[in-house]
């Protein structure tokens, strides 16, 4: 049968046809005028198809050719049939169109062994099939596939880095980098009972890339500690800003592949996964200049899977250059998963693969694994002498399926260590002292106290006081001990020019928080307590204007107050003793109102210049574990520590509070306006002195009584009074006729006392409960009336007794 013809017609070079643009299927041939300008594909005769080279028709051959189909013979010369040309399957195996030996594929472990063609192939080497690795490593994730990468080229891998004689470097690298995507995990050496991968890239071996260390993190550092580097440690000196110019990091970095991609110098932000996103600045820092330093950002799943598929996973090997760059030391890497710690170290990391996931070399891959968190801790090893430890690498990685839709947290961080044991050992030390010293003060205050007050046993209340005396003083004694560690830390750290102090970690200043906070809580105890004493004491304000009597004999006939019982005796008694203007009494109450909250600095401006100097000027930034010295937003990516915020707090707070406190005394006080000197005057012009009792026998005294003797009085009589007391030729204001003195603290005596609550007692006790009908009825309200016209002239006669005024001490305000 002849199947009909098919012309393709092209128009062809001047040089000739060329048949390469054109192929015939099976069961056609070309035809050729070999240099004319037309190629025709010809139908073959039935039962013929096309020959190897496409231009002739030969008969075919049966399909079960356990061999490669030829159809030239040796000499070269066309058959008309394909014959089947069967390889010896000891030494060779078919290939494309001949024979290929199996010997440069094959790899063995015994030279000895013979060479034979088995059908047991991986990664394009032919093994044989006693391997005691498996070839298809378990990637480490929650649902276990079978890893493409895995299970094409781990067997060959190993096979080719296996024996030191015939040691493929590449290979050994892309074993390593198999083993490291693996997380170093256990899994994959289920069928190594003799441990030949772990004793392959130990550090002993020199021939291939060493992965694991054959000790501990903790037992790193204890040998460390004790032997050093060769008897050397590291020293970090700080020169220029901060910088440490003996100390440089270098690396040595490998594609997925094994491949070598470059060694040199190691930026350290390169780590900083955040650093992919364009929109994130990327921090300027540099390592070893005992900065912490500290960088976090939040991206999608699916935006960590675009920049994996598109980005080359890059290994690294970390050293640290020392002594003036003359030795090399490996650098540690602690790497372990999420919520997983882990002691074990090694040497090899990466921060992203997607390749350990993937079913085919085409398909995309299941999950990713990223670094979740990256860390380089410095150790302290050595205050006098500036010597750290070896820098660690803390790795600590995080993994997603590809259909996931959530964000993920990323950070890098730069931690320098150091043991705070000793400074907290300072701290309770000192506290323990101070806190000593308290508890003999408030033993002395209770003390004090109960003279005051008039107690001669020690009862619950005298316990309870000194417990009350106590919370009062122990807050005091953190606060001082806390702002002085504090102010010590800041000041070194920041002023330092070799390492010889870091700035705590926030764990380990979390002893120092709970402390303020306890300081906190006992002195708002404290306050509360004072506000409520200060509700309770008792006020009293001595009116020294003489009353005016038609019949002076009657000035001094005051019945005592349980025997009157006659509404008419009553009323008259207290016209007559109250027959002078309330007013300025009224008038000193009130401006005591006033004076009570006043002090010496004032609260408001203290807290806005506190707050202005920090946030507006910018000096909070000095908070930040940052080794220089400077103001601004320069050092945004390192954290503030809570040691550093309290020592430029206590700085800034106590100096605002001595220039108030300067401020008031050496100028306010003395040439704009004396509060308690102004008061005092008040009370002189208006001829009334008060007397507060703290105690039962204890209190405080201003005395007003006017040198003129009067106060209420007309404008005219005012103004001589005043006159002649600017002339001197009145009495002083003073409890005494020649002094001056006006404030002083007293202590009372007992019969004072005891007159005082004979006369108040009744009263509070008719008061204890309020009635709002009867509280201004004649015999309540006159009752009230008469007690406080008594103890207004028992005091008068009381501080006109001259033998008593030794009691009173004179204060300074």
């Given at each position: 049968m002849i199947y009909s013809l098919i012309i393709i017609t092209s128009q062809m070079t001047r040089f000739g046809a060329s048949s390469s643009n054109c192929r015939c299927d099976q069961n056609f041939y070309f035809e050729t005028n070999y240099g004319g300008i037309s190629v025709s594909c010809l139908g073959c005769n039935t039962g013929q198809i096309q020959s190897l080279d496409g231009y002739r028709c030969v008969n075919p051959l049966e399909p079960d050719c356990p061999g490669i189909k030829l159809d030239i013979d040796e000499s070269g010369l066309p058959?008309?049939?394909?014959?089947?040309?069967?390889?010896?399957?000891?030494?060779?195996?078919?290939?494309?169109?001949?024979?290929?030996?199996?010997?440069?594929?094959?790899?063995?472990?015994?030279?000895?062994?013979?060479?034979?063609?088995?059908?047991?192939?991986?990664?394009?080497?032919?093994?044989?099939?006693?391997?005691?690795?498996?070839?298809?490593?378990?990637?480490?994730?929650?649902?276990?596939?079978?890893?493409?990468?895995?299970?094409?080229?781990?067997?060959?891998?190993?096979?080719?880095?296996?024996?030191?004689?015939?040691?493929?470097?590449?290979?050994?690298?892309?074993?390593?980098?198999?083993?490291?995507?693996?997380?170093?995990?256990?899994?994959?050496?289920?069928?190594?009972?003799?441990?030949?991968?772990?004793?392959?890239?130990?550090?002993?071996?020199?021939?291939?890339?060493?992965l694991i260390y054959p000790i501990g993190l903790n037992e790193y550092k204890n040998q460390y500690s004790s032997n050093g580097i060769d008897s050397q440690f590291l020293t970090l000196k700080l020169t220029g800003k901060c910088a440490n110019s003996q100390l440089e990091l270098i690396t040595v970095e490998h594609d997925l592949w094994g491949g070598f991609k470059r060694a040199g110098p190691f930026d350290i932000t390169n780590l900083q996964l955040c650093n992919f996103n364009q929109r994130l600045n990327q921090?300027?820092?540099?390592?070893?200049?005992?900065?912490?330093?500290?960088?976090?950002?939040?991206?999608?799943?699916?935006?960590?899977?675009?920049?994996?598929?598109?980005?080359?996973?890059?290994?690294?090997?970390?050293?640290?250059?020392?002594?003036?760059?003359?030795?090399?030391?490996?650098?540690?890497?602690?790497?372990?998963?999420?919520?997983?710690?882990?002691?074990?170290?090694?040497?090899?990391?990466?921060?992203?693969?997607?390749?350990?996931?993937?079913?085919?070399?085409?398909?995309?891959?299941?999950?990713?694994?990223?670094?979740?968190s990256v860390k380089l801790i410095i150790n302290h090893l050595n205050r006098d002498q500036a010597q750290i430890y070896p820098p660690i690498i803390e790795i600590e990685y995080d993994f997603a399926k590809r259909d996931e839709q959530r964000m993920v947290d990323l950070s890098f961080e730069i931690k320098y260590l150091m043991d705070t044991q000793s400074y907290q050992q300072t701290f309770f030390i000192v506290f323990g002292i101070l806190a000593g010293l308290a508890f003999l003060w408030s033993i002395i205050r209770t003390w004090n106290w109960n003279q005051r007050a008039a107690r001669i046993i020690l009862d619950l209340v005298s316990i309870f006081k000194f417990f009350m005396f106590l919370i009062g003083s122990i807050p005091n004694c953190i606060i001082l001990v806390l702002s002085g560690l504090s102010i010590f830390w800041f000041i070194i750290f920041k002023s330092q020019t070799s390492a010889a102090l870091f700035a705590p970690q926030p764990d380990q200043e979390k002893i120092f928080a709970t402390f303020l906070i306890i300081a906190f809580v006992l002195k708002l105890l404290d306050l509360l307590y004072l506000t409520l004493l200060q509700t309770s004491y008792d006020i009293f304000f001595i009116d020294w204007e003489k009353a005016r009597y038609d019949d002076k004999s009657e000035k001094n006939v005051l019945p005592p107050i349980n025997s009157l019982n006659d509404n008419f005796v009553l009323k008259q008694q207290v016209e007559k003793q109250n027959s002078i203007s309330c007013w300025r009494t009224i008038l000193i109450a009130n401006k005591w109102n006033t004076f009570q909250t006043m002090r010496k600095t004032s609260t408001a401006i203290q807290m806005i210049l506190v707050i202005f100097f920090l946030k507006v000027l910018g000096f909070e930034s000095y908070a930040r574990t940052d080794c220089e010295f400077k103001k601004g937003d320069n050092s945004e990516y390192a954290p503030y520590s809570f040691i550093l915020r309290v020592g430029i707090g206590s700085i800034i707070f106590i100096g605002v509070e001595l220039l108030q406190i300067l401020f008031y005394t050496l100028f306010y006080s003395r040439c704009i306006q004396d509060e308690i000197g102004n008061f005092a005057d008040f009370c002189s012009v208006s001829n009334i002195s008060v007397l507060l009792l703290t105690h039962s026998r204890f209190g405080y005294y201003i005395h007003g009584r006017s040198p003129t003797?009067?106060?209420?009085?007309?404008?005219?009589?005012?103004?001589?009074?005043?006159?002649?007391?600017?002339?001197?030729?009145?009495?002083?204001?003073?409890?005494?006729?020649?002094?001056?003195?006006?404030?002083?603290?007293?202590?009372?005596?007992?019969?004072?006392?005891?007159?005082?609550?004979?006369?108040?007692?009744?009263?509070?006790?008719?008061?204890?409960?309020?009635?709002?009908?009867?509280?201004?009825?004649?015999?309540?309200?006159?009752?009230?009336?008469?007690a406080y016209t008594q103890l207004n002239n028992f005091f008068k006669d009381f501080l006109n007794n001259v033998r008593l005024k030794f009691i009173f001490v004179y204060c300074e305000f």
């Open positions: 058959l008309d049939s394909f014959r089947c040309l069967e390889c010896n399957s000891t030494t060779s195996r078919p290939g494309e169109n001949s024979c290929q030996s199996c010997r440069p594929f094959i790899f063995a472990e015994n030279d000895n062994q013979d060479i034979t063609c088995d059908n047991f192939e991986s990664g394009g080497f032919v093994f044989f099939e006693n391997s005691n690795i498996p070839n298809n490593l378990n990637s480490n994730f929650p649902n276990p596939t079978e890893s493409w990468l895995f299970k094409e080229f781990s067997l060959a891998a190993y096979r080719m880095c296996q024996i030191a004689e015939r040691r493929n470097v590449t290979a050994c690298q892309f074993l390593a980098n198999m083993w490291t995507l693996n997380l170093y995990s256990q899994d994959a050496l289920m069928n190594d009972p003799d441990n030949k991968l772990v004793n392959l890239f130990s550090m002993e071996n020199q021939t291939a890339p060493w921090p300027n820092s540099a390592p070893f200049t005992i900065t912490n330093l500290f960088t976090k950002c939040t991206v999608s799943i699916q935006r960590l899977f675009e920049f994996s598929d598109s980005t080359e996973t890059i290994f690294y090997d970390l050293y640290l250059k020392f002594g003036n760059g003359s030795q090399v030391l490996p650098l540690p890497v602690n790497i372990k998963q999420v919520n997983q710690p882990s002691n074990s170290i090694y040497r090899r990391f990466f921060l992203f693969e997607t390749a350990s996931s993937k079913k085919s070399q085409e398909s995309k891959s299941d999950y990713i694994r990223f670094a979740k003797g009067i106060s209420d009085t007309s404008f005219f009589n005012l103004k001589q009074g005043l006159s002649k007391e600017e002339s001197d030729l009145t009495f002083k204001r003073g409890l005494e006729m020649s002094s001056d003195h006006q404030i002083f603290s007293a202590i009372f005596p007992i019969k004072l006392v005891k007159e005082y609550s004979k006369i108040m007692t009744p009263i509070i006790m008719n008061s204890s409960r309020f009635d709002s009908k009867d509280t201004f009825s004649i015999n309540k309200f006159d009752n009230k009336m008469l």
